[in-house]
């Protein structure tokens, strides 16, 4: 089974009802949202501009799967960059009762081969606050390397944080054809 697919605009509902959900859950590792985020409507017009953004290339939004087909989560890849870096960022979070079942572990590893195999990008970087141990676990097992260590990276919670950076590179990475 999959463990992820694109976002649909009728996932609205259900991402709505997971972030409001899991608002305190993921507050510590998120940016600082304002109510209308855990609003459908505002999960609709997230996902109309993410799916815009995947039609261009630059990002690809997908949904987390639990075992029985419901959304568990979000896994995007983003800032999709080609020329002379042929990378991009990964960004995933799973909701409080779907956290320390693996699927994390699985939708990282599936992304990263999506974007090995069909986007054919040489690299993918992801970012964790420092304590945040059991992402790091999840990077570690899907292949990411730590390579370094960026003070005030992000404004998480709040304020701005220290991140660790991690990477996966493409060892079999070939020039894409014309």
């Keep these: 089974m999959d463990r992820t697919r694109l976002v649909a605009v009728g996932d609205a509902p259900e ?11 993921l507050a510590p590792w998120e940016p600082e949202r304002s109510g209308d985020y855990f609003t459908v409507r505002r999960q609709h017009r ?7 953004l995947a039609e261009a290339g630059t990002m690809l939004p997908h949904v987390i799967l639990d075992s029985d ?19 991009c960022n990964a960004g995933y979070w ?34 964790t606050l420092p304590h945040n141990v059991a992402s790091q ?3 570690a097992k899907t292949g990411f ?5 960026a003070p005030e990276f992000l404004r998480i919670a ?20 014309p």
């Design 158 to 177: 709040g304020r701005w944080q220290d991140h660790v950076i991690y990477q996966v590179v493409n060892e079999d990475w070939r020039e894409p054809g």
């Design 137 to 139: 676990r999840v990077l």
């Design 15 to 25: 991402l709505a009802r997971l972030a409001s959900q899991n608002r305190d859950f």
């Design 94 to 127: 799973v909701s409080a009762d779907a956290n320390g079942k693996g699927l994390a572990t699985e939708a990282v590893a599936e992304m990263r081969e999506i974007a090995f195999d069909d986007l054919g990008l040489h690299r993918v970087q992801a970012e």
């Design 69 to 87: 087909g419901g959304i568990a989560g979000r896994i995007t890849l983003s800032g999709i960059t080609r020329g002379a870096f042929y990378s």
């Design 145 to 149: 390397q730590r390579i370094g260590f």
């Design 46 to 52: 997230l996902i109309e501009s993410a799916l815009e």
